[in-house]
C-alpha cells in the first residue's frame, strides 16, 4: 500500500548535498545562502515577553489565540497594510505558516477531482498541499488561465519567494475578481510584506483592491523573517470569517494550539515597528553588497524587487550555477526548486550574517 508520501516530491534541499559538501571544502568556510532562515538576534521585547509569560501558562491556549492577541493582529494588518476593519472573526493564529500552506487544502475540504492553483514559479510547498489534499495543480500567472480551470483555492504570493516580484494593486485586484467569479478561495502569502525594496508592497485586504470587503480571501503573515522568530513558528490568518470560521473548527478539533507564551510574544512584537526597521536595515544592507557583486560576475538580477533573495542567472543551466558557486564556497538554491520555468535561475539569500554576505562577495570578485 502507497503511503501519503508516494504523493509527494523528493526533498529538495536533499539534491544539493553535494554542492554544499564542495562549498564547505572552502578555506574560508561555507557561506550558506540557500536557505531563508534568518541568523539575526531575536529582538529583546520577545525575549523580555515571553520570559514574562513563561509560567502563567499551565494550562491549553485556546487555538483562536487570546483576545489580546486577535487585537494586535487586528491593529498590525489595519494600521500597518490599511486593510479593511477586521472582527475577531476576522483572524486567526497558526502555528507558523508553513503547516498552514501545507494543509490548508486539507482544512478548506479541497480533495481529489478538484484545482488548486498556484505561481509557476513557487514555494514548493503550495504544491505540497495540494498533492496532501490529492488534489490537481495548475500553474498559472494568468488570472483568466486559472479562472477558468475552476479551481477550489488559489494560492499568490507577493513579494514573492523566490523570486522577489511585487504585485501591484491591479494585479491583485484582477486576482480577486478572477477567484470571485468562480467561488474560490484567494490565499494571498504576504510573509515578506515588510521588505519591499523597489516597489512597496499592497495587501489583498485593502479596500482598494478587495472593494471593501474580505470575502472569499485569506492573507497569511508570518513573524518568523520580520522579527527574527522562526523558531517560535508564529503566523496569522486574515480575511473572510466565514473561511476563517470553518479552519478554527478544524483546527480546534486537530489540537492546532500556537503555544501561550509564543501568542505572548507575538503581542508585543506585533505592537512594535522599530525592531522592524531595524532588521531591513540589516538586509538592505546585505542586499547592497550581493546584488553588485554578482552583476560584476556577470550575473542578471530578475524581479528582486522585495522579499529576502535575489533571483539570479548566468544564462545557463541552474545546475551548473549551483557548482560554479559551491567551487567559490557559496551555496544557492537551484530555481528548479521552484518549478520547470526556472531551470536557469538560482535563488540567493540575504539571510546571512555581514561577515558571510562580505565573504560571499570578496569571492565573487
Not at 498541499?129 to 494568468?142: F, P, Q, S, Y
Amino acid at each position: 500500500m502507497t503511503g501519503l508520501s508516494g504523493r509527494l516530491p523528493d526533498f529538495p534541499w536533499d539534491t544539493i548535498a553535494g554542492a554544499r559538501d564542495r562549498a564547505r571544502a572552502h578555506p574560508d568556510g561555507i557561506c550558506d545562502l540557500s536557505v531563508g532562515t534568518p541568523v539575526d538576534p531575536v529582538p529583546q521585547l520577545a525575549l523580555d515577553a515571553l520570559a514574562a509569560s513563561a509560567s502563567g501558562w499551565a494550562g491549553y491556549p485556546t487555538v483562536w489565540g487570546t483576545p489580546a492577541l486577535r487585537e494586535a493582529i487586528r491593529g498590525y494588518l489595519e494600521g500597518r497594510w490599511s486593510s479593511v476593519p477586521l472582527e475577531d472573526a476576522n483572524v486567526l493564529p497558526v502555528i507558523g505558516t508553513k503547516e498552514l500552506v501545507a494543509h490548508l487544502p486539507l482544512q478548506l475540504g479541497v480533495g481529489p477531482g478538484d484545482t488548486v492553483v498556484i505561481p509557476t514559479t513557487a514555494y514548493p510547498t503550495y504544491e505540497v498541499g495540494a498533492r496532501i489534499a490529492g488534489a490537481e495543480v495548475l500553474a498559472t500567472d494568468d488570472p483568466v488561465e486559472a479562472a477558468a480551470a475552476r479551481p477550489r483555492l488559489i494560492w499568490i504570493n507577493s513579494p514573492a519567494n523566490p523570486h522577489g516580484a511585487i504585485l501591484g494593486a491591479d494585479a491583485l485586484r484582477a486576482w480577486v475578481d478572477a477567484a470571485r467569479s468562480v467561488g474560490a478561495v484567494l490565499a494571498s502569502d504576504e510573509c515578506y510584506g515588510e521588505f519591499g525594496w523597489d516597489v512597496e508592497p499592497v495587501s489583498v485586504l485593502h479596500p482598494d483592491v478587495c472593494g471593501g470587503t474580505p470575502e472569499g480571501l485569506i492573507a497569511a503573515h508570518s513573524l518568523s523573517k520580520r522579527s527574527n522568530v522562526a523558531g517560535y513558528r508564529a503566523g496569522f490568518l486574515a480575511g473572510c470569517s466565514s473561511l476563517l470560521g470553518e479552519l478554527l473548527e478544524v483546527r480546534k478539533h486537530s489540537g492546532l494550539m500556537v503555544p501561550g507564551p509564543v501568542q505572548d510574544a507575538m503581542v508585543a512584537l506585533l505592537g512594535d515597528h522599530d525592531h522592524v526597521a531595524e532588521q531591513r536595515g540589516r538586509y538592505l544592507a546585505r542586499r547592497a553588497v550581493l546584488k553588485p557583486a554578482l552583476e560584476a560576475a556577470g550575473f542578471r538580477i530578475d524581479h528582486s524587487e522585495g522579499s529576502l533573495y535575489l533571483w539570479a542567472t548566468r544564462g545557463e543551466d541552474c545546475r551548473a550555477t549551483v557548482d560554479w558557486l559551491a567551487e567559490r564556497g557559496i551555496l544557492a538554491a537551484p530555481g528548479d526548486f521552484y518549478g520547470a520555468a526556472s531551470g536557469r535561475h538560482v535563488r540567493i539569500a540575504l539571510t546571512a550574517s555581514d561577515e558571510r554576505i562580505a565573504a560571499a562577495g570578496s569571492r565573487l570578485g
